[in-house]
């Protein structure tokens, strides 16, 4: 009895689920991986990048019931930055600082795990983490803190190349989840405090050679060189450490560009400084670029406008219209064209002072009195933001773009900043403002115009990311280990667990054996929820 | 011997220039101090909310190492944050930090042995734990010398609400069901909070559950001694207070 009753298991599992371990993630499938919500194909679920589901098992009346199915845990306890990759029945995970590892869906154990050996002299300003990695083909792509790229097999974890993108030594690093596109793989770098001169990459996917290198600020004879004084762009900064999003009908690559370096001096690099602080559209065959929109021209603030691109399709004051949006760490939510890039909307949705608001064309007037100097300047928000890395979403049934905020404010000294190849670069220290509560919201907007519909305070500013379902939620975390769903029409919180460790992460979803399941990084342990079977 | 003379000229012509340097260096050091330790250090590094650097030895940087490691990483479970200080800044921190000791301590008057009667007659127990016996409402006391400075203490017990210690915020609830209770605040998160009365009874509620929050950063529970200590009984509770230690 006992017999027959395993063989019919072995075969269900194996005739539902054909390849484990094995997959095959074509360009075609992530292109179309809005169709295939049982997967998680891509950082942000689609090229579109709205990090929404069209999955409604889980839905506004049953998420009360939601239950942590499994966990995995990480090694380490560095922050566990993660956005899981779901396909054929394999969960793809990072764990810091550039490990990976494979994990079986049905029963959350280990299938393989590459451990990278990292130098001891790696310099990373924000902790030695990872945000994921990217599928295409048979292989699984990684970017190290150490400045590589490393394509793994996808079945068994083994190494088929590892490239060096740059000098680890002078300030690179990557902790970006690289993006599959085509047959390339794309790669951005971080450094921004370290005097780098940043740039976005792309490699063939099979064989790790660079098709081309976009440097983010220009050199000599290049267009915008001459927004750099002197000799700083040598040093300009500007890297590209978050995942960036495609539009495969204008066919054009979009990514954000980080701040300007040394990050609060600005005198020694007196013009606009192109092209920190920046969305860039980008041919993707070519690198080349084809338009740009600088938030922050001249930024001294440390703003970094590496957020996520969201495209969406609407129609904006009576004509259809291509547009990405962009929930700026700055404190500005921005509506562009995303075929042109011609600037539609600007509107505050968090505190700020170093703005005195923008001009017609979404050029901020910035506020003297927060320019650091020698006496110190308060500023809001301070240079952590008010977003930051960690992804928006936003949800096509309710029209809303849903962002965590962060309200904190901090004191900045001008400093001197001498440059030295892997040393700190910034020109500034920093004091938070004694007595203060900084304070954390997750805020509904009106896509269209940034107006707020509703929010959720939820005590420490945030570190999660967002995502939302067809169920009609919205999913979030706190810094005090809460990750709870929302109804993404009021804001009312329907279901809530307490991880026990804080959340740095983006949350995913996923079908296994025809449950819809949700997961999120948190402390140092992945948690898969579902509803009870 | 012209190699040594022109050595000898060296070492003069750059001995003004190495006096010039460290001057230099102390004088950055002594503004990132002001602006990066001094809100909680105290201006002159004699302690304020946090601990007295005015000392020959510091309890937790044992070594140069040590201390430029704390300015770096702060203090993990402290008050004490980690920076964003170069290596240069933190060295020019832990240069200047190491002056301090050097600087003629505070003169404290009073007299730390009727201090210690003058503690024992007060009701401090109630809130406060010294040696293993009191309550738990308010911060320890073990080593309350070493971690605050004589001016920040009196400030304490005259006028407690005018810096409350971080970890002991004042709660005012009013829950659904209509009744008030205050306390002080154990934990909280956007979904729950967690606190203990004046009678050290904890509760814990769930935000839905509550009508109101009122978080009372301006006051405490520590009565003002103002009005109840003398000059001389509060200079000796001061002296006691400052020669705690701990181990």
Redesign the interface.
């Known amino acids: 009895m006992k017999t027959r009753v395993l063989l019919l298991v072995t075969a269900a599992c194996c005739s539902a689920r054909p390849q484990p371990a094995e997959a095959q993630v074509s360009y075609e499938r992530i292109l179309d991986a809005a169709s295939e919500p049982e997967s998680w194909l891509t950082y942000s679920g689609t090229y579109g990048a709205q990090r929404y589901s069209t999955l409604d098992q889980i839905d506004r009346d049953n998420v009360d019931r939601l239950q942590a199915d499994w966990i995995y845990q990480a090694r380490s306890l560095q922050k566990f930055e993660v956005s899981p990759l779901v396909a054929d029945g394999v969960m793809y995970i990072t764990e810091a600082p550039s490990d990976a590892t494979a994990l079986d869906l049905r029963t959350g154990r280990p299938l393989w795990s590459y451990r990278r050996p990292i130098p001891p002299d790696i310099v990373t ?1 924000c902790g030695q983490v990872n945000r994921g990695v990217a599928l295409l083909g048979d292989q699984v792509f990684l970017g190290t803190v150490d400045a590589h790229l490393v394509a793994l097999d996808a079945s068994t974890g083994r190494v088929n190349w590892d490239i060096e993108v740059a000098e680890h030594t002078e300030g690179y690093a990557i902790t970006v989840a690289p993006l599959a596109l085509k047959d390339m793989i794309i790669v951005g770098i971080s450094g921004g ?1 370290y005097g780098i001169r940043g740039f976005l990459d792309a490699y063939d996917a099979r064989t790790g050679e660079r098709r081309w290198r976009f440097w983010t600020v220009p050199g000599p004879g290049e267009p915008g060189h001459d927004t750099w004084s002197g000799d700083s762009w040598e040093r300009g900064g500007a890297p590209t450490w978050v995942t960036g999003a495609y539009d495969p009908e204008l066919d054009l690559l979009y990514w954000g560009t980080g701040n300007p370096g040394p990050d609060f001096i600005g005198e020694v690099r007196e013009g606009d400084n192109l092209y920190s602080e920046s969305l860039l559209a980008l041919d993707p065959d070519t690198g080349e670029l084809k338009w740009h929109f600088q938030f922050i021209p001249h930024d001294v603030h440390d703003y970094d406008s590496t957020q996520i691109p969201v495209l969406l399709d609407a129609e904006f004051e009576g004509e259809p219209r291509k547009l990405v949006v962009f929930p700026n760490r700055n404190g500005f939510y921005y509506v562009l064209d995303r075929a042109t890039g011609e600037f539609l909307v600007g509107k505050q949705f968090a505190r700020q002072t170093w703005a005195l608001g923008l001009d017609g064309n979404g050029r901020p007037i910035e506020d003297p009195e927060s320019v650091p100097d ?1 006496d ?1 300047a308060l500023v809001y928000p301070d240079d952590d933001g008010a977003a930051n890395w960690y992804s928006p979403t936003f949800s096509p049934q309710t029209n809303l773009i849903y962002q965590n905020v962060r309200e904190k404010g901090a ?1 900045y ?1 001008l ?4 440059y030295e190849p892997g ?2 670069y ?1 020109g500034a ?4 403002v ?2 203060e ?1 900084p304070r ?1 919201f997750l805020r509904a907007l009106n896509a269209l115009t940034g107006d707020l519909v509703w929010e ?4 420490s500013p945030p570190w999660a990311g967002l995502m939302s379902t067809a169920g009609g939620l919205v999913f979030s975390g ?1 810094m ?3 990750f ?1 769903a929302a109804d993404a029409y009021t804001g009312d ?1 329907l279901w ?1 667990f ?1 991880t026990g460790g804080a959340i740095y992460a983006n949350p995913i979803t996923y079908i296994s054996e025809g449950r819809q399941f949700i997961a999120i990084a948190a402390g140092s342990a992945l948690f898969n929820f579902a509803l009870p079977k | 011997m012209i190699r040594w003379l022109l050595l000898v000229g060296l070492c003069f012509q750059s001995l003004p220039a190495v006096v010039a340097a460290q001057s230099a260096e102390m004088e ?1 050091g002594k ?2 101090f002001e ?2 330790c001094g ?1 909680c250090h105290g201006p002159l590094g004699n302690g304020g909310r946090g601990a007295n650097l005015a000392q020959p030895q510091l309890r937790r940087a044992t070594d140069d190492q040590a201390l430029r490691n704390i300015i770096r990483r702060g203090i993990p479970g402290t008050e004490m ?1 980690s ?7 933190v060295s020019s921190i832990a240069g200047y930090v190491k002056t301090l000791g050097r600087v003629q301590s505070e003169a404290v008057p009073g007299n730390a042995i009727r201090g210690q009667a003058t503690y024992a007659s007060l009701d401090c127990v109630a809130c406060h734990t010294l040696g293993g016996e009191g309550g738990i409402l308010g911060p320890i006391l073990d080593d309350i010398g070493a971690r605050r400075s004589a001016a920040h203490l009196r400030q304490a017990l005259i006028e407690p609400e005018a810096s409350v210690p971080s970890g002991f915020l004042q709660l005012r609830v009013v829950t659904n069901d209509g009744r008030t209770l205050t306390g002080v605040r154990v934990n ?4 729950s909070v967690q606190f203990r009365d004046f009678a050290g009874e904890l509760h814990s509620f769930w935000k839905d559950e509550i009508d109101s929050l009122d ?1 009372q ?1 301006q006051r405490s529970p520590m009565v003002s001694y103002e009005a109840i200590l003398t000059a001389g009984q509060t200079d000796d509770l001061v002296a006691y207070l400052v020669s705690l230690k701990g181990s």
Do not use: H, N
């Open positions: 300003c405090e020698l110190g004191t000294f400093a001197d900043a001498t040393r700190i910034m220290s920093r004091r938070a004694p007595g509560d954390g959720i305070e939820v005590f706190t005090e280990g809460d709870f919180v809530r307490q | 950055q503004r990132l602006s990066q809100s944050p920076s964003f200080l170069t290596p240069t800044q909280e998160d956007g979904f978080k950063w």
